[in-house]
């Protein structure tokens, strides 16, 4: 009985360090936007709460979390008010699959449980944007979903070749697999679409269309303030250093017990910001051109590239 409790208190208190970790980081991933955004457009950033602005995300979070919250008449108030929640609790599960080297976070189905929890995602928009019963919202939603669900196929094929090539479904095994050689260098293309497949994935900059300000004022999450809104916005940057890590892991040989490992995840979270400065929106039917008739057929390619070169490893060398 005491050995069953001390297991179950050490997995909750990875959870919550695991957790805890995910939330700093998310809020000063959105101090550096705003200060890298700042230094782009030739302006500073915030730097007037703490030194340099070090403590204006939190003062951002005591704002969002004390404003108002308004509710749509005729809403579905019920999923109106759950599906943010949700949205974030999936955006931190998927961290879940971080392999902490302990008995329980440590599970082997990582890259399958990462793909169950992106897809489930989708439908915490489509709740987001039919809820709050708007149009501008509906239709926000339709276009997020539709994206989401358009680059989850070039995501999926990606994720397959590697899983081909290693032979698993553990992302402990895809840094054991890179232990000579990182897999961007034999697959420099491939990385290069799950990054831009990425992009689309998490609704950023160029292709931010559920949030095209111009035309949508702010896509799914229009009707949403004060916490909805908040914790919207923190799935969507939980889910962007999520990405950044997976990137990491597949292509840079992540190795979990050195610091350099979170060196390469806050460069690839810049590379999401930098984008953001530099790129002007994509055209919708651009988008979908790109989707189904570059990445898809590439990510075919490297599919069958991968399947042959581990036939040859079979037949050859070993």
């Known amino acids: 009985m005491f050995v069953f409790l001390n297991d179950f208190f050490l997995i909750i208190l990875n959870v919550l360090l695991l957790v805890v970790g995910v939330l700093v980081g998310v809020a000063f991933l959105t101090l550096l936007e705003?200060?890298?955004l700042g230094y782009i457009q030739i302006r500073k950033g915030p730097n007037k709460v703490g030194f340099i602005g070090i403590l204006q995300p939190f003062s951002d979070a005591i704002k969002l979390f004390s404003k108002e919250q308004t509710n749509p008449i005729?809403?579905?108030?019920?999923?109106?008010?759950?599906?943010?929640?949700l949205s974030l609790f999936l955006a931190l599960s998927m961290w879940l699959c971080f392999p902490m080297l302990t008995f329980f976070l440590n599970f082997s189905f990582g890259i399958l449980f990462f793909l169950c929890c992106s897809s489930l995602g989708v439908y915490m928009i489509m709740?987001?944007?039919?809820?709050?019963?708007?149009?501008?919202?509906?239709?926000?939603?339709?276009?997020?979903?539709?994206?989401?669900?358009?680059?989850?196929?070039?995501?999926?094929?990606?994720?397959?070749?590697?899983?081909?090539l290693i032979g698993s479904f553990s992302l402990y095994d895809l840094f054991m697999y890179q232990q000579n050689i990182w897999f961007i260098f034999m697959s420099l293309p491939l990385s290069l679409i799950w990054f831009v497949s990425s992009l689309a994935?998490?609704?950023?900059?160029?292709?931010?269309?559920?949030?095209?300000?111009?035309?949508l004022v702010s896509g799914f999450n229009v009707e949403y303030s004060s916490g909805?809104?908040?914790?919207?916005?923190m799935a969507e940057?939980?889910?962007?250093?999520?990405?950044?890590?997976?990137?990491?892991?597949?292509?840079m040989g992540a190795d979990f017990l050195n610091f350099t490992m979170f060196i390469y995840v806050v460069f690839i979270s810049f590379l999401f910001i930098w984008v953001r400065g530099t790129l002007p929106r994509f055209r919708?039917?651009?988008?979908?051109?790109?989707?189904w008739k570059s990445f898809l057929s590439v990510s075919l390619f490297f599919l069958f590239y991968f399947f042959g070169l581990k036939l040859f490893l079979f037949t050859f060398v070993i």
Do not use: C, H
């Open 34 to 36: 705003r200060k890298v």
């Open 228 to 233: 909805g809104f908040a914790l919207i916005f």
């Open 237 to 251: 940057y939980a889910n962007i250093l999520f990405m950044s890590f997976l990137f990491v892991v597949m292509f």
């Open 127 to 164: 709740i987001s944007g039919w809820s709050s019963n708007s149009n501008y919202s509906m239709l926000g939603g339709m276009r997020a979903v539709a994206q989401t669900i358009s680059y989850e196929v070039s995501f999926f094929l990606i994720l397959l070749s590697f899983l081909i």
């Open 74 to 85: 005729l809403s579905n108030f019920f999923m109106y008010y759950f599906s943010p929640m």
């Open 201 to 215: 994935e998490t609704n950023r900059t160029p292709f931010d269309f559920a949030e095209g300000e111009s035309e």
């Open 284 to 291: 919708y039917d651009k988008l979908m051109y790109l989707a």
